[in-house]
Nanobody, 123 residues
Framework: QVHLVESGGGLVQAGGSLRLSCAASGRTFSSYAMGWFRQTPGKEREFVAAISWSGYTEYADSVKGRFTISRDNAKNTVFLQMNSLKPEDTAVYIC?????????????????WGQGTQVTVSS
């Protein structure tokens, strides 16, 4: 019922910036917590950032201070501003929506997941 579509990925040099977007279609977007995970081949899915329906945010230690998550409920969109990018940030970034908190758990069932957008950071 709810579809999430990511965009904004690409190739950037280390130290650069990138802004990801996740557009959601469906109902009651404002009541959902939204967030970002990332996946690298050979590694488990990793939590990146989340924002609650009230605007409370959480970040993984690896991105805290560099990434900022925000949402625009009027546009049904969540953003991830990524600054000071490192090669270690290279991954497929996946948008997540859930009406349960905390989002960092990454529940495989009862949540909505996008297809992901590739982010590659060169050395």
């Amino acid at each position: 019922q709810v579809h999430l579509v990511e965009s904004g990925g690409g190739l950037v040099q280390a130290g650069g910036s990138l802004r990801l977007s996740c557009a959601a279609s469906g109902r009651t977007f404002s009541s959902y917590a939204m967030g970002w995970f990332r996946q690298t081949p050979g590694k488990e899915r990793e939590f990146v950032a989340a924002i609650s329906w009230s605007g409370y945010t959480e970040y993984a230690d690896s991105v805290k201070g560099r990434f900022t998550i925000s949402r625009d409920n009027a546009k049904n969109t969540v953003f991830l501003q990524m600054n000071s990018l490192k090669p270690e940030d290279t991954a497929v970034y996946i948008c997540n929506g859930d009406n349960r908190w905390p989002l960092r758990i990454g529940r495989p069932l009862g949540a909505y997941w996008g297809q992901g957008t590739q982010v590659t950071v060169s050395s």
